[in-house]
């Protein structure tokens, strides 16, 4: 069968590593303080103690780890073919030789020609973040845990820690737990808040652990305002024509000059820049609605198999997404777009809340049933689900006793699939 599609975290022949690009600089800035975060009246500096953790140039270390002939090399991630290839990030090796994110993969290789160019593979990466999360439960309560992209996380040490001292061991603890657990090294911000850890774990990058505070505040003072949570190269323009280049400039700018041009952001940089950031943790989990995944494919479809095998992909997806936020579903809408821009969609009821490929598969093979068929002039170009209605799975640790009895290891096999790759293990979904 040669049918192909690009899925972003289901690899088949060819990968659509753009997307996942695309993807990934669209995460949102979950959490980037805002006006109503910040209480001037809270004592800022006083007892409270953050800490920024980032992994080192993180899909290239992985991708290091997971292959022994990688180490020591100039690696990017990213496509390893094509045109439009990119880099999605790269190696320090590489890294040294003045290769960077998001270089095209055709200007990277003329810079270094040795440069080994690996393919980039999503669900591994989630699974150790979400790995060291369920691991950083062992110093903190998870409500104290905020991860803020794929290789980032906030913890608030606050309720552990007494001084700066404490954050310190806390953070080297820390280092030890991820290095244990993923055999990877990271970079570690300790402050007093979450604006300053995130801009001190760039300082000794990669394996670095730099704590400031209040003392040490001029560290960050002296740095462009570039390099500040928030401002990107837009707004540091719009600083310097009003002569404001570093953070110690902007901590200490006319609050009234900052307003006019930026409104109330002036006041947010301003108070970020001088320290004052009060904000806290940031809770994405539980908050789920729902959950979505739609995939056009690059090449149109319409035999029944291969609608089969797009439906069954979708479906993997969405269901191991539901276990990695350990939550099942009670309700299903399937969708597909024609390549007559035509919608079919529809959902329905599941008897009971699941995350069982083989249930959702199901459930959605009856839905695809009363779409019009597609056939070799009505080809079908885009598949879409979404689960809603969910809840937590309480079955996950105590397997349902009067339920269905073979109920498959799928976190297990998740992990598997993190571990080593989508190809090694696949569930039959038509089985049972
Ligand atoms: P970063 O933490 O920004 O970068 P990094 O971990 O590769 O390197 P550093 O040591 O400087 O932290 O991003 C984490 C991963 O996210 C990165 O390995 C690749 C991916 N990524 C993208 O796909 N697109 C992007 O634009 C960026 C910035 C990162
Ligand atoms: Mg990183
Ligand atoms: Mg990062």
């Known amino acids: 069968m040669d049918t192909v599609s690009s899925s972003f975290f289901i690899p088949r022949k060819e990968q659509g590593y753009s997307d996942i690009f695309k993807r990934v600089r669209m ?54 073919t094509g045109e439009k290839g990119i880099v999605m990030t790269a190696s320090y090796e590489a890294r040294a030789l003045g290769i960077d994110t998001a270089m095209s993969l055709w200007q990277a290789k003329k810079i270094c020609p040795k440069l080994i160019s690996v393919p980039c593979y999503g669900p591994k990466y989630e699974g150790i973040m979400q790995n060291l999360i369920r691991g950083l439960r062992c110093f903190v309560p998870e409500d104290c845990i905020e991860m803020y992209s794929i290789d980032e996380c906030f913890i608030d040490v606050t309720p552990v820690v007494r001084d700066f001292g404490q954050a310190k061991e806390l953070a080297m ?71 404001i280049f570093t953070i110690g400039e902007l901590a200490s700018a006319s609050e009234l000059a900052l307003c006019r041009e930026f409104g109330v952001n002036g006041t947010v940089f301003r108070r970020l820049a001088r320290g004052e950031d009060t904000s806290g943790i940031i809770h994405t989990r539980g908050r789920e609605k729902s959950l979505n995944h739609h995939h056009t494919l690059t090449h149109n479809v319409w035999k029944y198999e291969d609608i089969e095998s797009e439906i069954r992909r979708i479906t993997e997806y969405i269901c191991r997404k539901l276990r990695s936020k ?29 995350n069982d490929d083989r249930e959702i598969f199901k459930a959605a093979m009856n839905i695809f049933v009363k779409f019009p068929r597609p056939c070799e002039s009505l080809k079908a170009r885009m598949f879409g689900m979404t689960v809603f209605d969910l809840h937590e799975d309480l079955h996950r640790y105590t397997p349902s006793l009067f339920g269905n009895n073979v109920r498959l290891p799928y976190y297990e096999l998740d992990k598997l699939k993190y571990k080593y790759g989508e190809g090694i293990i696949r569930v039959g979904l038509n089985a049972g």
């Open 27 to 80: 995460m949102p800035l979950y959490s980037f303080p805002h006006y109503k975060d910040l209480k001037p009246h809270i004592n800022h500096e006083k007892n409270r103690f953050f800490i920024h953790l980032d992994f080192d140039a993180f899909y290239a270390q992985v991708e290091q780890r997971d292959n022994p002939s990688l180490r020591g090399k100039p690696v990017s991630v990213g496509s390893t």
């Open 326 to 354: 350990e939550l099942v579903t009670r309700s299903l809408y399937l969708v597909i777009r024609y390549d007559n821009l035509r919608y079919a969609g529809d959902d329905t009821k599941l008897d009971t809340a699941t």
């Open 173 to 243: 603890a820390i280092k030890q737990k991820v290095s244990d657990l993923e055999d990877l090294t990271c970079s570690l911000g300790v402050s007093w808040n979450k604006t300053y850890t995130k801009m001190a774990t760039k300082f000794e990058k990669p394996d670095g652990l730099t704590v400031i505070t209040p003392a040490d505040r001029h560290r960050i003072y002296e740095l462009p305002v570039k390099k500040m949570w928030g401002i990107g190269t837009r707004i540091s323009r719009r600083l310097g024509v009003m002569n």
